[in-house]
């Protein structure tokens, strides 16, 4: 299991610090450790962890992230292309042409999405069924275990002492995702100046966002 997030004050998207258990490991390899895929669609929330995928792959990959207005300059400079936030593009004849172009010219492409494939409902017909057809990998809510380690692990990056106690507090009050986790720990860092964090002070600053 690997346990380094992020750092002090930015988001590493870096390969060692995606954490691994049970519950996304067919995800990690779905998308990292399989060499053989031309095209993937990687789907989740927003918070649930397609950007630090899609940046370890582009690593990895050496690989591009592009738009729909700019691949065909792009093509020469690698075989790997990412391709984020499908369901905002709204130019879908462009869209199918990009995605056409990476195949006919054999380069992979790994596509993002907040949304079901079955769910996009594209008006192109074969703009589609080329998306309904491609092998797609969704990420799987995060479980109350893979936030803890985050808050934990971004608790000591940011050298804030806190107990078992107020984890599960924090935990039972915030939205189940990466986002959120990030948010709160940098509202503590920033409202905290370095004493200890106990659930009074963590139940003050949840009131200050809902007022």
Known sequence: MQLNLFNNNQIDYCQQNFIVLDENKHVYNSVIGDP??????????????????????????????????????????????ILEDIQNIQDEAMLLHCY?????????????????????????????????????????????????????KRFSDKQLRVNLRVIDYILARIERSFCSVNKIIEKIDNESMGSNITIPFINTLLRKDTT
């Open 36 to 81: 053989f895929w031309k095209c993937l669609i990687l789907f989740g929330p927003k918070g649930s962890g397609k950007t630090h995928l899609t940046h370890i792959w582009q690593s990895v990959n050496n690989a591009i992230f592009i738009n729909v207005n700019n691949f065909v300059s792009e093509m020469r400079y690698s075989d790997a292309f």
């Open 100 to 152: 056409n172009y990476m195949r006919e010219n054999d380069k992979r492409l790994l596509i993002t999405s907040s949304t079901s494939p079955k769910r996009l409902n594209f008006r192109l017909k074969d703009l589609s069924s080329r998306i309904l057809s491609t092998t797609n990998v969704k990420i799987p809510p995060a479980s109350e275990e893979l936030l803890r380690i985050m808050l934990i």
